[in-house]
DNA sequence: CGATTTCATGTTGTCGACAATACGCAAGGC
DNA sequence: GCCTTGCGTATTGTCGACAACATGAAATCG
């Protein structure tokens, strides 16, 4: 195959390939791209910080050729930014770039459950109410992190009842841009409680196809996770400040 | 710098590459990518066409490497789609894909709207009276080249006056799937002077900053753009239909 | 004759090497 | 002292070459 990949975990490349007719093999670049993603949104890279090729090549145990190709997709996708000649950043996001793409993603959240209030199936409705069931475990648990998955599941699967694909798209973009705030906001807001019992009447009205009620709480309940993560700036620290104002 | 790059018109590389502090060098990268949309969405790329990295290289006089940089970005953006180990074609939209889009771009633009009646800046007033001044005149003038950029422009700006870059930016996504099928629809309309009269209304309601009247407006007019594009599926026509089946 | 296998060819995937650029630090000039 | 200049080093940008894979045609077998 490649490089013995042998330090830290890495991607295990792909293992066994077979020929197999139906499943498509997702290829070095698109792995890797995942993976860095995942680190990004996860908060284990840092807003600000500097990503280094030579150290991800010899994690990864790859060559820069595909590495280069992940990085113009996750630039594409705005989780970093690529500076010519100089390398590339993990974008920090300032309180108006949230509030921005916020204010977006309150739209398509709302425009994605009126849809959805008349394209879903019986199949969608399950869906959702199972992920309100797990979060309501999670809750009573106390397990934020089990819970914060199961929130993002239930407004995911609130997009694909719309059964759009332009629209699920662009609503797990915005999604996978304020993934990380809302991630470190999850797990340190004090009114959880609050936050949690929104979800209950919010599951209700699309469970009744009641459009504009759920349009209504919606917006609502989104303008709650502005307020929580507009009030604590640590979500929005970055590990190295970086001057970009002269590559404007 | 590089190769001589002297086969057909191509990219003209960099020609004269100061330090500058103020403006940042466009990456190889960045000017391949721009150059190829730019070929899709004119339709000189056509869809289903496969994209053979051998004659681009040769035609640009740059090696694989930025080109499949290029690439990944674009297949980000949804123009082409990347197919393990067979390359990549040109997107076909199937007119549901084009439903789907139009649905959200509608509401993005309707969004923009209303935004920019909040936040409109004299300025702003200034470049959509411009870009309609332009519009009128190339159509009388039976220019619908002209007339089709000022068209775009005019809905750009309408775009840009929400003053929130994410919503500017995902509008000009979504138009730029599109672009091409209107603009192959546009060339070709009938009716060209409804499209063109509903227009002045529209300017007009986001001039008084009326914002109900002006979203009203715009979901009719593109409304009217979708009724454009799904009476001639030949701007759906693929030059070279591809079986998809078996990566799926 | 039809189905399968083998192989030749073209295309994409990955790599290591070299070139170009930016950065930090020391030396020099005002 | 402070700004400028000139290097050495680290990092990114680009390239050509090779490996892996897919495709289609010829050859083989039933």
Redesign the interface.
Known sequence: MNKPAMPGGAVTAVSARRPA?IV????L?QQISDHIRSEIIHDNIKPGEWIREKALTEQFGISR?PL???L??L????LIE????RGAVVVALSDD?IR??L??YV??DV?AAE?ACEKATPLDDETIRRHLATMAEAYHAGDRYTYFDANQAFHLAIAAASH????I??HAQ?NLRLYRTRYLGVLQAENWAKAFNEHEPIAEAFLNRNASELARLVSEHLGFAWRMVSSDEVANAAATPVDLA???
Chains 1, 2 share one sequence.
């Open positions: 007719i498509a093999p997702k290829s670049t050729t280069r190709e992940a113009q997709i630039a594409t996708q705005r690529i500076i010519p000649n770039e921005h793409l204010e977006v739209r398509l425009f849809l759009n694909p332009v629209l798209e662009m915005l002269r590559t404007a």
